[in-house]
């Protein structure tokens, strides 16, 4: 089965640093873009950004460039969004979604989502 | 930056009604455009990409069509499961790729 599978929930404070999670298998990690996509409580999909995972070449989004990393280790067929100093304002639910390299397409696999909750 | 607009926000239908959404794009994003449902608690779900591709396992009630800057996402006939909040995106132009706010489809 491809799935994509995320780290769990996390509470944290502003200022606090933090790596979240995805990995994919039931398919060829390398094949394919990962993007991560945020949901703040009640709105709607914004993209942050992209990785291929099989050059860790990336995109971002002008809103989140520089707030934000992303990363991947494909040896683990694992991508990673994290953060330096969190705010509260990055309390959202975070998506990893999957598209195929070089095919211009839509997500076609979604992780379940990682809840992140940044209060002090 | 594209800007989608999606009309309207919130679509009141009965079941068994067709319900139409429109996306439009700030500029031509040709056919490069998909449309994601998602229900409360869920993660996206991949409907239509190319405008009017259906994804893997799509029911044929779900539909698109348009390209350049107009585009439309139609449901033959509601069922109870349809009811949800559905997003276009563009992905001719980017970075960012960039979503339309949400049509919500609720139950009339």
């Known amino acids: 089965e491809v799935q994509l599978v995320q780290s769990g929930a996390e509470v944290k404070k502003p200022g606090e640093s933090l790596k979240i999670s995805c990995k994919g298998s039931g398919y060829s990690f390398t094949s394919y873009w990962i993007s991560w996509v945020r949901q703040m409580p009640g709105k709607g999909l914004e993209w942050m950004g992209r990785?291929?995972?099989?050059?860790?070449?990336?995109n971002y989004s002008p809103s989140f460039q520089g707030h934000v990393t992303i990363s991947a280790d494909k040896s683990i067929s694992t991508a990673y969004l994290q953060w330096s100093s969190l705010k509260a304002s990055d309390t959202a639910m975070y998506y990893c979604a999957r598209r195929a390299r070089g095919t211009p397409g839509g997500m076609d696999v979604w992780g379940q989502g990682t809840t992140v909750t940044v209060s002090s | 930056e594209i800007v989608m607009t999606q009309s309207p926000a919130t679509l009141s239908v009965s079941p068994g009604e067709r319900a139409t959404l429109s996306c439009r794009a700030s500029q031509s994003v040709s056919s490069n455009l998909a449309w994601y449902q998602q229900k409360p608690g869920q993660a996206p779900r991949l409907l239509i990409y190319g405008a009017s591709t259906r994804a893997t396992g799509v029911p044929a009630r779900f539909s698109g069509s348009g390209s350049g800057t107009e585009f439309t996402l139609t449901i033959s006939s509601l069922q109870s499961e349809d009811f949800a909040v559905y997003y276009c995106?563009?992905?001719?132009?980017?970075?960012?790729?960039?979503f339309g706010q949400g049509t919500k489809v609720e139950i009339k």
């Open positions: 995106q563009q992905y001719n132009n980017w970075p960012p790729w960039t």
């Open positions: 990785i291929d995972p099989s050059d860790s070449y990336t």
